[in-house]
Every structure is written in C-alpha cells, then in structure tokens.
C-alpha cells in the first residue's frame, strides 16, 4: 500500500518524529514510526501547483506545462492527462487509487483522467483524514488489492489556530514558546 501526504510549505523539521521542539504531531509521529519514510527528497518546485505536477507525472513541472500557482477557475494552465501519471500507472498495476485534498493540477472534473478512482472531499484535514481512514477501511474489508491513496491537506497555507478541533488546540495550552498562536 502506499500513502502519500503532500504537505505545502511544510519543512523537514516541522515534525515531533523528526525532532521540533514545540510542534506536536502525535499521528504523524505514530504513522512514521510504524511505515517506510521517504525523507531524502527534494521538492520539484518551491511552489505548490508545479511542485505537485511533478510528484503526480515524474516529470520536471514545466516540461508538464506547470510553472506557477494553478489557481481552479482562474488559471488555464494544467498538466495534462497522458495516462502516465503515478495515478494512471498504480492504478493499470492493479492497485485502488483515491485522492483527497488539494489538487490544483487541472480542473477538478479531470481527476479520473489521472488515475484516481475516487475522490473524497472535505474542507478541513481532520474531515478528511477521517473520510481516508474509512475509505482504507472498506478497501481493506472489500479488496486484496493493494491501495494508492494521495492526500494534500490545505491547512498548510493559511493559519488554522482558530478553526481546529479542539482536540488539537488542547496540545498547546500556553500558546506559541515566542507568543505567537500556533498555526498562525
């Protein structure tokens, strides 16, 4: 099975497994604990859009067409759906494939172009990851077949403090150590 979380704008430190002092991240450190770790890894791009065109294709972003921020219904710029995305390629391999999160590659009508079987929504990464951990579920309970699952979160732009569950808020009762909130 493989499972892959992109995270934007999230470094390697960011991480209780990999060793930051003050973030807390209890599933993650349990998930990391427990799977193989890709962690020698270089982004393809310093920008989300390009930088998830090339994980999805294998390919440099811009020889896929994506240079820049893919905004869905404002860019017309998109990767296109050639059959050879990790998608396409697990998904001819045998494998159940689903997506969830950000895409912001193509619009997102295209998503079965890519490979992905199926599509979970949600607005929030807590939503999310539980509607993925019930898709494994059912797939496990349903399927021999091994599963590709790719989740991109949004939370990582944008300040997520004042919207989190409670249970996560609850990990930083002092606030930040410099003052400020957490996520913000």
Same mark, same amino acid.
């Given at each position: 099975?493989?499972?892959?979380?992109?995270?934007?704008?999230?470094?390697?430190?960011? +991480?209780?497994?990999?060793?930051?002092?003050?973030?807390?991240?209890?599933? *993650?450190? @349990? /998930?990391?604990? @427990?799977?193989?770790?890709?962690?020698?890894?270089?982004?393809?791009?310093?920008?989300?859009?390009?930088? @998830?065109?090339?994980?999805?294709?294998?390919?440099? &972003?811009?020889?896929?067409?994506?240079?820049?921020?893919?905004? $869905?219904?404002?860019? @017309?710029?998109?990767?296109?759906?050639?059959?050879?995305?990790?998608?396409?390629?697990?998904?001819?391999?045998g494998y159940a494939t689903v997506s969830l999160g950000k895409w912001h590659v193509s619009p997102n009508l295209a998503i079965p172009a890519f490979g992905f079987g199926d599509r979970l929504s949600g607005a929030l990464a807590s939503v999310q990851a539980r509607?993925? *951990?019930? #898709?494994?579920?059912?797939?496990?309970?349903?399927?021999?077949?091994? +599963?590709?699952?790719? #989740?991109?979160?949004?939370?990582?732009?944008?300040?997520?403090? $004042?919207?989190?569950?409670?249970? +996560?808020?609850? /990990?930083?009762?002092?606030? &930040?150590?410099?003052?400020?909130?957490?996520?913000?």
């Amino acid at each position: 099975n493989i499972l892959i979380v992109l995270l934007d704008d999230v470094g390697y430190g960011d +991480f209780g497994f990999n060793g930051h002092p003050f973030i807390k991240t209890p599933h *993650l450190d @349990r /998930l990391a604990a @427990r799977a193989m770790r890709l962690d020698r890894l270089y982004a393809g791009s310093p920008i989300c859009s390009p930088s @998830r065109a090339a994980l999805l294709t294998g390919r440099y &972003a811009d020889a896929v067409g994506m240079y820049e921020l893919q905004t $869905p219904a404002l860019s @017309r710029m998109q990767i296109k759906p050639d059959g050879s995305s990790l998608g396409n390629v697990l998904s001819r391999a045998g494998y159940a494939t689903v997506s969830l999160g950000k895409w912001h590659v193509s619009p997102n009508l295209a998503i079965p172009a890519f490979g992905f079987g199926d599509r979970l929504s949600g607005a929030l990464a807590s939503v999310q990851a539980r509607k993925l *951990l019930r #898709w494994i579920d059912e797939h496990r309970n349903a399927s021999a077949a091994p +599963f590709f699952a790719y #989740w991109a979160p949004h939370e990582c732009h944008e300040p997520v403090a $004042p919207k989190a569950p409670p249970e +996560f808020r609850a /990990l930083y009762p002092e606030g &930040a150590p410099d003052g400020a909130t957490p996520g913000a």
